[in-house]
């Protein structure tokens, strides 16, 4: 590896923390170091990331459906903290060197990783998916299968999966499509983990889009027209998008960090690397234990795992031990198209309480929530303190001792 980082040998050389990933946990983790460390000349931080507009994963349903997005420049949101940019795409890192290779050939040795590349649609886990199957791991993805809806006219698109992002991307489909017929396929009834009624507003919207769902069903082999099912039936599809399950890149694994499997790396408490330390791990990249489980991909969690990122690296630096991380859910909020959705309210292990909304409350509760990081990281930027604020699930994730 070639190492681009020019040195004035006369000068004690700086600890460099390199960011890899400005998605909603890198930014945080970017914007949080960055502006605490302003103006020191022993501590560089470097942003990588592989478009240089900040993909707003949360929204990618509507880019998919045809809904333009603003253009949110990771370059300028930087420009005010002492972050350097560096636009380009990570190939490999190499765990042992410390240093990180981008496809371009360019090298970029660190101190210290922080790790926060996201996760994409686990396409590996049947046969045919990773030929044939949209996803919406990307912007770029979320273009590809516009693309293919708007050229489409009519047919049938089957999204599989009936979690959150299937539903989301079912309803806005069917909403801006109505003349292509949308079938939701799962395992599980949509909204399985809210509360009734939470769950029953879900169905009926659904069925008011015209949304077919059918569940429990289990897809074995995704075709260029159809998919297969477990139970031996077919249904055809002129398109499928896939979004069962998300998995960790095979960059993390290939760099020879521990990773769990689905492929994220496994941290300790303090959200550093089991196998190696120098490595922080965050958002949906990264399989983090509190009392109640291993956290699941969401940006509700992922911006306070950069945030704890960025102020353990302050401690460390100077000369103190990081500390736990600890988090509880709060809400999961489910768009069904533009004006309608369902907000379920949760205990912070992510259990259902009795409270939720419904409808254009729910719906603007969802805008709010998904429109509130960029202003977020403006206000960090400004003021970090701003973005130390999350909750810590109580007695959900107290633990007596150290995890
Ligand atoms: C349609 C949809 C709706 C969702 N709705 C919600 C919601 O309502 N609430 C919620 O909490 N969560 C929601 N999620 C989940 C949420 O988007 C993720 O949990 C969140 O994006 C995780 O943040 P992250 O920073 O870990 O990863 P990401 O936001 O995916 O960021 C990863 C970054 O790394 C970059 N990157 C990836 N590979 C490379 C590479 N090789 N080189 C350089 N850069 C790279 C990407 O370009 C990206 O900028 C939704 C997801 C989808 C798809």
């Known amino acids: 590896m070639v190492n681009t980082d020019q040195h004035d040998f006369g000068k004690a050389r700086p600890h460099r923390v390199v960011i890899l990933g400005a998605g909603y946990a890198g930014m945080s983790a970017a914007v949080q170091l960055a502006v605490r460390v302003r103006g020191r000349e022993d501590v ?15 929204r990618l349903h509507m880019s998919a459906t045809g ?19 560096v636009p380009g795409r990570v190939a490999a890192v190499d765990a042992d ?42 912007a770029q993805d979320a273009d590809r299968l516009h693309d293919r809806l708007s050229r489409l006219g009519s047919g049938t698109v089957v999204v599989a999966g009936s979690g959150l992002t299937g539903i989301e991307s079912a309803a806005e489909i069917a909403e801006q499509f109505p003349g292509l017929n949308v079938v939701l396929l799962g395992r599980t009834a949509p909204g399985a983990a809210m509360n009734p009624r939470a769950r029953a507003y879900l169905r009926t919207a659904l069925d008011r889009l015209s949304v077919q769902v059918r569940v429990g069903v289990d897809v074995v082999k995704v075709l260029s027209d159809t998919v297969e099912l477990a139970d031996g039936e077919t249904a055809t599809a002129d398109v499928v998008l896939w979004t069962s399950g998300t998995r960790g890149l095979p960059l993390a694994a290939d760099a020879g960090l521990t990773v769990d499997a689905l492929g994220r790396i496994v941290t300790d408490s303090t959200l550093r690397s089991v196998s190696h330390p120098d490595v922080y791990a965050i958002g949906d990249a990264a399989a983090i234990r509190q009392k109640y489980g291993v956290m699941h991909g969401t940006c509700q969690g992922g911006m306070p795992t950069g945030v704890h990122a960025a102020l353990s690296i302050v401690r460390v630096l100077r000369g103190k031990r990081p500390k736990p991380f600890r988090f509880g859910y709060y809400h999961t909020p489910v768009s ?41 990281y403006a206000r960090m930027a400004k003021l970090p303190a701003a973005g130390a604020f999350w909750p810590r699930g109580g007695r959900f994730t107290r633990t007596r001792k150290p995890q």
């Not at 560089?44 to 949360?58: G, I």
């Not at 300028?76 to 903290?81: A, C, F, R, V």
């Open 97 to 138: 060197a410390k240093a990180v290779r981008l496809d371009d050939g360019r090298v970029l040795p660190y101190d210290t990783l922080v790790y926060g590349l996201g996760g994409v649609a686990d396409t590996a886990a049947v046969p045919g998916a990773d030929d044939h199957a949209y996803t919406l791991s990307s």
């Open 44 to 58: 560089l931080v470097t942003v990588v990331n592989a478009q240089e507009r900040f993909t707003e994963r949360l």
């Open 67 to 85: 809904q333009s997005l603003a253009e949110l420049s990771i370059a300028e949101m930087l420009e005010s903290t002492s972050a350097r940019f």
């Open 336 to 376: 069904l198209g533009r004006g309608d959705g369902v907000v379920q309210f949760t205990h912070p292990d992510d259990s259902p309480r009795r409270i939720c909304l419904t409808g254009s409350l729910a719906a603007k509760y969802k805008e709010t929530v998904t429109a509130a990081p960029w202003p977020t």
